[in-house]
C-alpha cells in the first residue's frame, strides 16, 4: 500500500509562501495521481490540487493562482508550492491518492499551515 510523509508545514504571515513536500512510499512504480487536501478544525476535508503521473494538474477555485503543485522525477515526491497566504489557508494538509480521498482512507499525520499575523 502507498503511503505519505508530509512535510514543510509551519507558521507564516499573511502575503508569506510555504513549500510543502509528500513523500511517498511502498508505491513500487505504481504512484500515479496524488493530490493535496486540506482540513480546518471542525471542517471537512478540501480538495486543494492535484498532479497525476503525466504532469496534468487541477486546482480548487480558491487555490489557482497562488499555489503550485509539482511532482520530482522519480515521481515518488509531490509538492505543494503555496504564494500569498491568507488566514483562509489554515489547515491542516494532506496528500492521498484521489481514490482512497474520496473514500474517506488512507489519511496520514498531515502537516500544519498556519496563516497568522
Known amino acids: 500500500q502507498v503511503q505519505f510523509v508530509e512535510s514543510g508545514g509551519g507558521l507564516v504571515q499573511p502575503g508569506g509562501s510555504l513549500r510543502l513536500s509528500c513523500a511517498a512510499s511502498g508505491s513500487n512504480g505504481r504512484l500515479d495521481a496524488v493530490g493535496w487536501y486540506r482540513q480546518a478544525p471542525g471542517r471537512q476535508h478540501e480538495f486543494v490540487a492535484s498532479?497525476?503521473?503525466?504532469?496534468?494538474?487541477n486546482y480548487a477555485p480558491s487555490v489557482k493562482g497562488r499555489f503550485t503543485i509539482s511532482r520530482d522525477n522519480s515521481k515518488d515526491t509531490v509538492y505543494l508550492q503555496m504564494n500569498n497566504l491568507n488566514t483562509e489557508d489554515t489547515a491542516a494538509y494532506y496528500c492521498?491518492?484521489?481514490?482512497?480521498?474520496?473514500?474517506?482512507?488512507?489519511w496520514g499525520q498531515g502537516t500544519q499551515v498556519t496563516v497568522s499575523s
Open positions: 492521498n491518492l484521489p481514490w482512497s480521498a474520496v473514500a474517506g482512507q488512507n
Open positions: 498532479i497525476n503521473s503525466g504532469g496534468a494538474t
